[in-house]
């Protein structure tokens, strides 16, 4: 790991836990005693659209007129290149407030689109020096501990030393393939300084991806200091939640919210690899669209 000189003023607090444990709360009390702001580390909640079943929560407009955060106009990202040129006045936009605490990094890029750890990470860095710059404090908060540990610990992806593989596979051949046979050939690139879940599907072919591309992730250690907070609640509480949370969410439109986005274009096969909870209710939505039809 290369070294930095870490700036002692530079203070960076990530919140880590299981579904359910309460992250969000926690995050924004300690925001409020601690003249903080909140930056969303979820892979689904960077999506428009897809609100209840990621659980997002707060509001999309300032609470009031006299915060310090200006309001500009909403830009609609769609696709990798216009995501890569985003400025910090474009992420600023996207703020969503809870109780007064602005969250960053919350409905910024259209469903469907690709959005990789590395997308996430670069906008994150951003939003991270603007609220140091500001004399506050980020508060990392969220469900994807891939992406924490990428902006704690300075990920960084490098050209790779090593010679490109003989063979090679596409997005479509690797997603056909078993765990077991991602595994080999995660296995047989001999990939250095990778450490992913393999048994994760996913996170396979992302790193296969990568290594066919020559590149390889590296960290540099940042230069801020990093607080984490690992919420540990008693297991028959996790469950008491998340079924009450399962809930709320057919109370609140869970059906419409995702027969909305299969109305709008959104790819099913993209809503299926969201999560579990997707994925059951397009497949269920789409037969019962078939049933209708026979």
């Known amino acids: 790991m290369s070294e930095r000189t870490i700036n002692r003023d530079k203070k960076l607090i990530a919140i880590i836990g299981p579904t359910a444990s309460g992250k969000s709360d926690w995050g924004v009390e300690i925001a409020k005693k601690c003249n903080g702001e909140i930056v969303s580390a979820d892979s689904r909640q960077v999506y428009r659209g897809l609100d ?74 951003k939003v991270v020096e603007d609220i140091f710059a500001r004399g506050k404090i980020p508060i990392i908060v969220g469900g994807t501990g891939l992406y924490i540990q990428a902006l704690t610990e300075g990920f960084e992806l490098e050209k790779s030393k090593i010679q490109n593989p003989d ?59 990093v607080l984490q907070i690992a919420i540990d609640l008693p297991r028959e509480v ?25 109305d709008r274009g959104v790819d099913p096969k993209w809503l299926e690899k969201i999560g579990l909870e997707y994925r059951i209710l397009t497949q269920y939505l789409i037969q019962n669209v078939k049933c209708k039809d026979q």
Request: proline share 4%; aromatic share 8%.
């Open 52 to 125: 209840i079943g990621t659980g997002k929560e707060g509001a999309p407009s300032a609470p009031n007129e006299s915060t310090k955060i200006t309001k500009v106009q909403k830009y609609k990202i769609t696709n990798k290149q216009q995501f890569n040129n985003l400025t910090i006045e474009q992420l600023r936009s996207n703020i969503r407030w809870i109780d007064g605490v602005p969250q960053w990094l919350i409905d910024i890029i259209e469903p469907g689109t690709k959005f990789t750890m590395f997308d996430w990470l670069a906008a994150a860095r």
């Open 167 to 225: 063979v090679k596979y596409s997005r479509k051949e690797l997603e056909k393939k078993s765990l077991k046979q991602l595994q080999d050939i995660f296995c047989k690139l001999e990939i250095e300084n990778c450490k992913i879940d393999i048994n994760n599907p996913h996170r396979l072919i992302r790193a296969i991806e990568r290594a066919q591309a020559g590149e390889v992730v590296a960290k540099k250690k940042p230069d801020f200091e």
């Open 238 to 262: 996790l469950y008491r939640r998340i079924d009450q949370r399962v809930d709320d969410w057919f109370h609140e439109g869970f059906v419409t919210e995702v027969g909305g986005l299969l």
